[in-house]
């Protein structure tokens, strides 16, 4: 059997000192409409922390190896793959998994010409995060022009692309929230927002409602779950659409957290949604993607839209971008090059 090297996690689950290059990893095969990927970089998403701790629910047609964007190029073609890709292409590319290796077998409806504007790094922090941005705007949230938008955790990767798609696509006003002055700053100047609040010093609903004339928010995305329910509630519109990607202050309601009013729901007519791309099938995830090809790639390719970095590491070094990504102080992508 071929092998290859992957990062691998040494019994399976554990902390960041569990993470390795693993140089017996089994080399991916393809069939069907899959094309095998020579790996040149990989973005790091929030969830490779939780699928190496085992508190992330894989899909079915996820592996063991972390990682659901990257940037490389075609090594070999599948007999039912599209047309449109050929031995050699440079790709950008979204996975279920196992992108943190030398290779992988991925489909082609999931695969993205790279633009020769953007570099391979620039790439790699595309996929996941992007089509995570257009899915909670249009799918969920049905954001229209016209429509105002608020975006939690303001300077995280998905939160930077949905600025940046909410102000080009004709948004009313876009706000955002971020756990500091410089993350809040850093969304007016450099993503467009109208107005940024940082969560721990200011009652960032008041002042969304203040800043609206009291009506609120047509959209709102979600990160943070418990500690920003309550807030969402008072800072949505009427027939507002609350969307919830993750909860990252936990899975319940603590003690010290804002008490939401529920009648809201009710006076407001709201409607709150989870989702995940993750777990969705190859055809909507294939949809998202000739979605974002069609209406940001050209912004990619003329510089409107900006695929912000805020550190590339050489794959040996997982352990310390994993260390990035848990410290919460990032304003972009991680993104790691496969030496």
Known sequence: MATMR????????????????????PKPQVDHAKALIKVKCFGLNRMDLLQREGKYPLPPQAGKILGVEFSGTIEELASESERGFKKGDAVLGLAYGGAYAEYIAVSTHMLIHKPDEL???QCAGI???????????????????????????????????GQQLSVANGA?????????DHKAEFCVKELGAKAAYNTETTDW???????????GVDIIVDYI??????????????????????????????????EPNLQQFVAKRLR??????????????????DQLVDHALPKFKDGSFKVLIEKVFDWKDIQDAHRLMESNKTKGKIICTVS
């Not at 909670?136 to 303001?154: C, D, N, Q, R, V």
């Not at 609903?205 to 009506?215: D, H, I, N």
């Open 6 to 25: 992957a990062i691998d996690i040494k019994g399976g689950t554990g902390g960041i000192d569990a993470l390795y290059i693993n140089d017996q990893t």
């Open 119 to 121: 570099s391979w790094e």
């Open 127 to 161: 996929p996941e995060t992007w089509i995570t941005a257009l899915q909670a705007m249009y799918l969920i949230g049905e954001f229209a022009e016209g429509k105002s938008i608020l975006w939690h955790a303001g300077a995280s990767a998905v939160s930077i692309a």
């Open 172 to 180: 009313s006003a876009v706000f955002a929230t971020a756990r500091s």
């Open 205 to 215: 609903a008041a002042e969304v409602l203040k800043a609206t004339s009291g009506k």
């Open 225 to 258: 779950g418990p500690q920003t329910f309550a807030g969402n509630l008072s800072a949505a519109a009427r027939d507002g659409r609350i969307v919830n990607l993750a909860s990252l202050s936990g899975p319940t309601f603590k003690p010290g957290m804002p």
């Open 272 to 289: 709150f949604e989870g989702s995940s791309l993750r777990s969705r099938d190859e055809q909507y995830q294939g949809k998202l993607r």
